[in-house]
């Protein structure tokens, strides 16, 4: 059989498949010379889009893959033009403290005595984002109860580091076990947004504590443009630039083949490196699966054949269908829980100007995410439940740490850089998801595998959402330690 029949045939059961939902749109029943009429189209409709699906199939396939070519670029303030040599920089590895000065806590304070917060429709609750009624409560307690001096000294009480690499001033924690162990095995744990380092503060001491004689060395990076590393000054630092810093960062401090963790765009970064630098990576553990969706190829596929043959595209369709299906209300809660990301992926300094001129503002913009990306049932809260898994000073501090660095706006540009830019080589190390049952989107081992060829663990968490270490951090430093002992044993 010819490849063009071949693929006609397979594009004709496609195109079946997708035409079982066309009686669910219709809120009327249909005469039968209309079911007649509409069948008759229906059937000329298939054998058209059948054959150009079969003409046009190379198009879903994936491209062979190619490693891109990587190279060293300049994001420092110094001009400098494609091409050109990189301007020298230091090397050295320099203590780093947090330490804002008074003016600037002056400035916050009068801020918020300043605080505008629209009144809140009756009951709403969180359903049309931050309720008014429960933000002045924060903004009060904010500005009367909080203590960032005390927060000041959490924040310093693990050792930090700057250096300095393509022209960037790199923030990261660097923790060793304080104890000795058998094995010690370094660590590169990545955040993403609207987090920080402040997110792996209660999973970090667990980690460097030694148990089943095993430790982990903690390098904590802020991603350039977060926290207290500096921000780009150029476009195009996206995932794989991050990448190749945090890869010249690990060795720098003299590791050359380490383990990876990250969550959210941490994620992403975790699966760059492994891609771009497999040669460097012990293992990758994620707290955030592939997007079960994709608009082309295998991804594509399996998606619609599960829709109406789940047992052919999951392991264990009874576990797995209902992480990716019904769609209709899987693709609902993603628009409601994504309009963020279109704005911060088109226009991030639009929004950027608002949020880092006020805190306000921004303690809505984004403490908001830590409600409904916690558990999306907490939108019927009056509260959000924003202290279910958090209290208001692990919030605050997370909110103080944008406001203090200045770059909230800097963190948005990153979805602009980042997304569609992502990298389609498969991975190849060793690999291992922790699936939390509140994530935003959720992937079933099986499609895992699709992307990670050697998927050593997949572990379905008890508890917890989107913000696993901040919410769950023993339960998420346990599947860690899993994997690493997983590893160990393995060699």
């Known amino acids: 059989m010819s490849s063009l029949v071949h693929r006609f045939i397979v594009s004709a059961v496609l195109v079946a498949l997708l035409s079982a939902y066309l009686p669910s749109f219709f809120p009327f029943r249909l005469s039968f010379v209309q079911w007649i009429v509409g069948t008759v189209q229906s059937l000329v409709f298939g054998v058209i889009l059948a054959a150009v699906l079969a003409i046009g199939w190379p198009l879903f396939r994936q491209s062979p893959p190619k490693r891109p070519e990587l190279k060293d670029q300049w994001f420092g303030r110094q001009e400098w033009k494609d091409g050109q040599p990189l301007p020298v920089e230091s090397t050295d590895v320099v203590p780093y403290e947090v330490n804002v000065e008074d003016q600037v806590l002056d400035d916050l304070r009068e801020r918020l005595e300043r605080d505008q917060i629209p009144e809140p429709l009756f009951d709403s609750k969180f359903n049309y984002?931050?309720?008014?009624?429960?933000?002045?409560?924060v903004i009060d307690y904010w500005r009367r109860d909080f203590d960032w001096r005390r927060q000041e000294k959490l924040l310093n009480s693990l050792p930090q580091f700057k250096t300095q690499i393509q022209g960037l001033g790199i923030h990261f924690l660097h923790v060793k076990p304080n104890l000795p162990a058998k094995k010690v095995v370094p660590l590169l744990v990545i955040h993403g947004w609207p987090g920080s380092v402040w997110e792996y503060y209660k999973s970090i001491p667990l980690l460097t504590q030694p148990n089943q004689d095993i430790a982990f060395e903690v390098v904590c990076p802020s991603i350039p443009g977060y926290g207290f590393s500096e921000a780009p000054h150029?476009?195009?630092?996206?995932?794989?630039?991050?990448?190749?810093?945090?890869?010249?960062?690990?060795?720098?401090?003299?590791?050359?083949?380490?383990?990876?963790?990250?969550?959210?765009?941490?994620?992403?970064?975790?699966?760059t490196i492994a891609r771009l630098y497999p040669e460097n990576v012990i293992g990758i553990h994620t707290t955030l699966g592939s997007s079960p969706i994709s608009l082309r190829g295998k991804p594509l596929l399996k998606f619609i054949v599960g829709t109406v043959f789940p047992s052919l595209?999951?392991?264990?369709?009874?576990?797995?269908?209902?992480?990716?299906?019904?769609?209709?209300?899987?693709?609902?809660?993603?628009?409601?829980?994504?309009?963020?990301?279109?704005?911060?992926?088109?226009?991030?300094?639009?929004?950027?100007?608002?949020?880092?001129?006020?805190?306000?503002?921004?303690?809505?913009?984004?403490?908001?995410?830590?409600?409904?990306?916690?558990?999306?049932?907490?939108?019927?809260?009056?509260?959000?439940?924003?202290?279910?898994?958090?209290?208001?000073?692990?919030?605050?501090?997370?909110?103080?740490?944008?406001?203090?660095?200045?770059?909230?706006?800097?963190?948005?540009?990153?979805?602009?850089?980042?997304?569609?830019?992502?990298?389609?080589?498969?991975?190849?190390?060793?690999?291992?998801?922790?699936?939390?049952?509140?994530?935003?989107?959720?992937?079933?081992?099986?499609?895992?595998?699709?992307?990670?060829?050697?998927?050593?663990?997949?572990?379905?968490?008890?508890?917890?959402g989107h913000f696993g270490a901040f919410e769950e951090p023993e339960l998420t430093t346990q599947d860690i330690r899993k994997f690493a002992i997983t590893l160990q044993n393995r060699h």
């Open 129 to 137: 984002g931050f309720n008014g009624h429960y933000l002045r409560k």
């Open 234 to 271: 150029r476009q195009g630092f996206g995932l794989k630039e991050t990448a190749r810093v945090f890869v010249k960062l690990m060795n720098r401090l003299g590791h050359k083949k380490f383990l990876v963790h990250g969550g959210d765009w941490g994620s992403m970064i975790t699966k």
């Open 313 to 464: 595209v999951f392991d264990n369709p009874t576990n797995d269908a209902p992480k990716v299906y019904p769609f209709w209300p899987k693709f609902a809660f993603l628009m409601r829980e994504s309009g963020y990301m279109h704005i911060q992926a088109t226009k991030p300094d639009t929004v950027g100007t608002a949020l880092l001129n006020s805190p306000v503002g921004l303690a809505a913009y984004i403490l908001e995410k830590y409600s409904t990306w916690t558990n999306p049932d907490y939108v019927d809260k009056q509260d959000g439940g924003l202290t279910e898994k958090f209290t208001l000073d692990e919030l605050l501090t997370q909110i103080m740490i944008y406001w203090t660095s200045r770059n909230v706006t800097a963190s948005l540009r990153y979805y602009k850089e980042s997304l569609n830019t992502g990298l389609r080589l498969p991975i190849t190390v060793p690999a291992a998801v922790a699936d939390f049952p509140n994530e935003l989107v959720r992937t079933p081992e099986s499609w895992v595998r699709d992307e990670c060829l050697d998927l050593v663990q997949y572990t379905e968490m008890s508890r917890g």
